[in-house]
T-cell receptor
Framework: ETGVTQSPTHLIKTRGQQVTLRCSSQ?????VSWYQQALGQGPQFIFQ???????GRGNFPPRFSGLQFPNYSSELNVNALELDDSALYLC??????????????FGPGTRLLVL | DAKTTQPPSMDCAEGRAANLPCNHS???????VYWYRQIHSQGPQYIIH???NNETNEMASLIITEDRKSSTLILPHATLRDTAVYYC????????????FGEGTQLTVNP
């Protein structure tokens, strides 16, 4: 158990819809990173939030957006869902926003299925 | 970005040491080697990381070659619960918090 929680655990949406996924970081951590993991592949970095600001982004289109709140919890929003968005979405929390070497603590993920 | 190469799968007998290799021939001088694992249906779990010296913690040992072009993760006494996908990652930033995962090695520990 890492102390990182995600909700919901599973979600089914249809193509074109919008979805919001939520993550509560480990106590004391101010950085949240989001990853997408397609079936059979490793996680792919989407973006990171540090102290409520976006702090780096991977190769994902603008319809993937995020937010971090003053308590450092975070949301991942995906608009105009496509079938290829079906994946496990992972969030990871850490302490220093990439300022120094650190490790990440991952949540259990939200499994999204787009029909 | 430096990339890593790992065998897609490995088997190990319970109680024996599991040695998982990783090649990272294009690693830069300031890049660290990280190992994470992912047990089925769970999020990845940090194991260990290092720069150039060998490292050991309660979970595993990390052996990095002198030229830093390859490394080996050692689980000294594998158990059935160590069955997982193991990812060797060379971080593209100095932080280790924006990781580029490859496909990893599926380690199966057999009774």
């Amino acid at each position: 158990e890492t102390g990182v929680t995600q909700s919901p655990t599973h979600l089914i949406k249809t193509r074109g819809q919008q979805v919001t996924l939520r993550c509560s970081s480990q106590s004391g951590h101010n950085t949240v990173s989001w990853y997408q993991q397609a079936l059979g592949q490793g996680p792919q970095f989407i973006f990171q939030y540090y102290r409520e600001e976006e702090n780096g982004r991977g190769n994902f289109p603008p319809r993937f957006s995020g937010l971090q709140f003053p308590n450092y919890s975070s949301e991942l929003n995906v608009n105009a869902l496509e079938l290829d968005d079906s994946a496990l979405y992972l969030c990871a929390s850490s302490l220093n926003g990439g300022l120094i070497q650190e490790t990440q603590y991952f949540g259990p993920g939200t499994r999204l299925l787009v029909l | 970005d430096a990339k890593t190469t790992q065998p897609p799968s490995m088997d190990c007998a319970e109680g024996r040491a599991a040695n998982l290799p990783c090649n990272h021939s294009t690693i830069s001088g300031n890049e660290y080697v990280y190992w994470y694992r992912q047990i089925h249906s769970q999020g990845p779990q940090y194991i260990i990381h290092g720069l150039k010296n060998n490292e050991t913690n309660e979970m595993a040992s990390l052996i990095i070659t002198e030229d830093r072009k390859s490394s080996t993760l050692i689980l000294p006494h594998a158990t059935l619960r160590d069955t997982a996908v193991y990812y060797c990652i060379v971080d593209r930033e100095t932080s280790g918090s924006r990781l580029t995962f490859g496909e990893g090695t599926q380690l199966t520990v057999n009774p």
